[in-house]
């Protein structure tokens, strides 16, 4: 089974200071990662995800998130938070499927909600 | 480029009656995924379609639920009997096989229920 944990549910930056939501992973095959955001009902838009190629990830709107197996961990940044950032963040995990027909579900963790303060 | 689209958006209804959800995905994608959302949690699993085939079903889709994709392009949930325990967002997904997508999902916009 699988699963994944986020650490603090509410995090608040000033605009311009750096972005840290840390996410934790449970996986007992290689896993594929993945941060996504969502704005208020609105579906999930994909930030980026880890396949194994690099183990630094760089995703769209300046975020990148590092994998580190000896920690499980694959904690999303951004060097300077802008107030378009506020929103809630979601990490996932799913398996390679490697099955035939096996459904690589998403597991997702309870989401981080980024508050950004002038 | 059109992605994945779900309607209707929002969906109010009374308890006990029937409603019916429709997903349609990204035309190149044969693998849908339904989930739901609670207010404060993450997105669940509950369904999984390759093509028209309905491969895996979570413990959270009791008999109330049933989903089909009977030409292996657009999709319908259907939940039976409506619970004020069954309010929630209900996203679709879609994706290419994993091997060729490294399994990213691309999400539609939900469908929120509202079971009064």
């Known amino acids: 089974a699988q699963s994944v944990t986020q650490l603090g549910s509410h995090v608040s930056v000033s605009e311009g200071a750096l972005v840290l939501l840390r996410c934790n992973y449970s996986?007992?095959?290689?896993?594929?990662l993945f941060w996504y955001v969502q704005y208020p009902n609105q579906g999930l838009q994909l930030l980026l995800k880890?396949?194994?190629?690099?183990?630094l990830v760089k995703g769209i709107n300046g975020f990148e998130a590092e994998f580190k197996k000896s920690e499980t961990s694959f904690h999303l940044t951004k060097p300077s938070a802008h107030m378009s950032d506020a929103a809630e963040y979601f990490c996932?995990?799913?398996?390679?499927?490697?099955?035939?027909?096996?459904?690589?579900?998403?597991?997702f963790g309870t989401g981080t909600r980024l508050q950004v303060t002038l | 480029d059109t992605g994945v689209s779900q309607d209707p958006r929002h969906k109010i209804t009374k308890r006990g009656q029937n409603v019916t959800f429709r997903c349609d995905p990204i035309?190149?994608?044969?693998?849908l995924y339904w989930y739901r959302q609670t207010l404060g949690q993450g997105p669940e699993f509950l369904t999984y379609?390759?093509?028209?085939?309905?491969?895996?079903k979570s413990r959270l889709l009791s008999d109330r639920f049933s989903a089909e994709r009977p030409k292996g392009s657009f999709s319908t949930l259907e939940i039976q009997r409506t619970e004020q325990g069954d309010s929630a967002m209900y996203l679709c997904?879609?994706?290419?096989?994993?091997?060729?997508?490294?399994?990213?999902?691309?999400f539609g916009p939900g469908t929120r229920l509202t079971v009064l």
């Open positions: 880890y396949t194994s190629a690099a183990t």
């Open positions: 035309s190149e994608h044969n693998r």
């Open positions: 997904a879609s994706s290419f096989p994993v091997g060729r997508s490294y399994n990213e999902q691309f």
């Open positions: 379609f390759q093509n028209e085939a309905q491969l895996e």
């Open positions: 996932a995990v799913s398996d390679r499927g490697t099955g035939t027909g096996t459904a690589s579900k998403l597991t």
């Open positions: 996986s007992s095959v290689p896993p594929y």
